[in-house]
């Protein structure tokens, strides 16, 4: 068998919703596990083995959730667009289920970025909020967001609105390089990214290993709780399909 | 064609035109998606004299100068090209210092001195221990200015 | 470092811990409004069964 054939097996097989409801267990079960234990790093090593920052003083331990937040936003718009966009071409129902379910996440992160940087702002900058390039995408992306959302429940048919949303999604897809960049083109209030050489960080080791594992602890994050909500929407799909009748006669028997 | 084959081209159609569409407008609007301007653009005169408008530069060390009587301050603002002097009466942010990138919202009078309504400060991305600062300071190297402060 | 030294944020109290409060609150109910749905999910989805099963 070819390698492309191999690919494409495991692909589909993967996106079989019983396979995939299987093997999800096993995924989020080592999620968790890895997200409680970034978090507990993150947090002792932001909040108190990190020291004060030599211009924003302890203030700047807001970062610690501005920057993952923000990041994750970025990221999980990306995945539903990409799964939005391969549930459109291939009609492969889990990529609609997991675009879907990554929105309401994707949402939230977009609100704690927003929030955490208004009020790191007001101290920092002397205002909750500046209309300049960087903030107002980032508020673009949080309405691209809310609008996904409301698109998802305005159809009585979910593949219709799979199909909806997946559009929105890509023809949002736009915002997210002007994000990144907008630090770069225009002159912003909002400072540069700090990552825009991976060799050079602007961040100093000991501020910077406790932001990598809170980036790590988001993310894991996104996982356990998109896999919780993709299973429920794989049970409503798929509920009248004999090895859901047999799971939940199963659970019936666990939890009696 | 094959349905599928049509859907992936609906698709790369959409991402093609929302990319051109995109370009064309933030063109398009370059100059008001600006934050602020500089004071080298104030001095060449791209700013609006009627309305007001943003500043943005660096406080130049030893330029700030406070009236005791009041909260009055005033100091000036440079892109190490070209210098604005700033007035400004109200409360400053913790980051206002001297050397710190700020960004001032107000209106040129008639002797090219901006009367500033609000002042923000600006942050760069450089985060660091205040020992590390002091290191790199006694080294006699520059703390890595964000380039965009000075622009 | 004393407690209240960590407390007070080098005097950014007010300013981190609402951050740190807020982020806590949504992640929780994104944690917990999804294991409810789940549980809901399943138990009316057996129910539906149970009835479906019974008439045959």
């Given at each position: ?14 996106a ?67 799964a939005g966009g391969i549930g459109?071409?291939w009609?492969i129902k889990l990529a609609e289920i997991v675009a ?157 | ?151 | ?56």
């Amino acid at each position: 068998m070819s390698l492309y054939k191999k690919c494409h097996r495991w692909f589909h097989q993967f996106a079989s919703p019983k396979y995939f409801y299987d093997i999800s267990h096993i995924i989020s079960k080592y999620a968790i596990v890895v997200c409680i234990i970034c978090f507990i790093a993150g947090l002792y090593g932001g909040l108190i083995l990190a020291p004060a920052d030599y211009q924003q003083g302890d203030s700047f331990r807001i970062m610690y959730v501005h920057v993952p937040a923000a990041w994750m936003a970025l990221f999980v718009y990306v995945v539903m667009a990409v799964a939005g966009g391969i549930g459109l071409i291939w009609h492969i129902k889990l990529a609609e289920i997991v675009a879907r379910n990554s929105a309401p996440i994707g949402a939230s992160f977009t609100f704690l970025a927003l929030v955490s940087g208004a009020i790191w702002g007001k101290p920092m900058w002397g205002a909750y909020w500046v209309w300049d390039a960087r903030l107002t995408s980032f508020l673009i992306l949080f309405f691209l967001y809310l609008g996904y959302i409301a698109l998802q429940s305005a159809f009585e048919d979910r593949r219709v609105a799979a199909r909806a949303g997946a559009i929105l999604a890509l023809v949002g897809i736009v915002n997210i390089p002007i994000i990144h960049y907008s630090v770069e083109w225009w002159s912003t209030l909002h400072q540069g990214s700090i990552i825009s050489q991976i060799d050079k960080p602007t961040v100093h080791m000991s501020m910077l290993i406790p932001l990598i594992f809170m980036v790590l602890a988001f993310k894991t994050f996104y996982v356990t709780s998109l896999l919780i909500r993709v299973r429920t929407e794989i049970l409503e799909y798929e509920s009248n399909t004999s090895w859901v009748k047999q799971l939940l006669r199963d659970y019936k028997n666990v939890t009696n | 064609m094959t349905p599928r084959k049509k859907r992936i081209v609906i698709v790369c159609s959409i991402l093609a035109g929302m990319a051109l569409a995109a370009t064309l407008i933030l063109t398009a609007f370059e100059k008001n998606l600006l934050y602020f301007y500089s004071p080298t653009q104030v001095i060449a005169g791209e700013t609006p004299t009627e309305r007001s408008f943003r500043i943005g530069g660096l406080v130049l060390n030893d330029s700030v100068k406070r009236n005791t009587d009041n909260l009055e301050v005033s100091f000036v603002l440079t892109d190490t090209v070209n210098e604005i002097t700033v007035t400004f009466e109200g409360i400053l942010p913790d980051l206002f210092r001297e050397g710190q990138g700020i960004v001032a919202n107000g209106k040129l009078d008639a002797d090219n001195v901006f009367k500033a309504e609000e002042v923000l400060a600006k942050h760069d991305e450089n985060y660091m221990p205040p020992e590390v600062a002091q290191a790199l300071e006694d080294a006699g190297a520059k703390i890595p200015e964000s380039h965009d402060a000075a622009q | 470092m004393s407690l209240t030294d960590f407390l007070s944020m080098g005097g950014y109290a007010k300013y981190i811990w609402p951050v740190y409060g807020i982020c806590a609150v949504v992640l929780f109910l994104n944690i917990a409004l999804p294991i409810f749905r789940e549980r809901k999910v399943i138990r009316e989805l057996q129910k539906r069964l149970q009835s479906e099963e019974s008439k045959t």
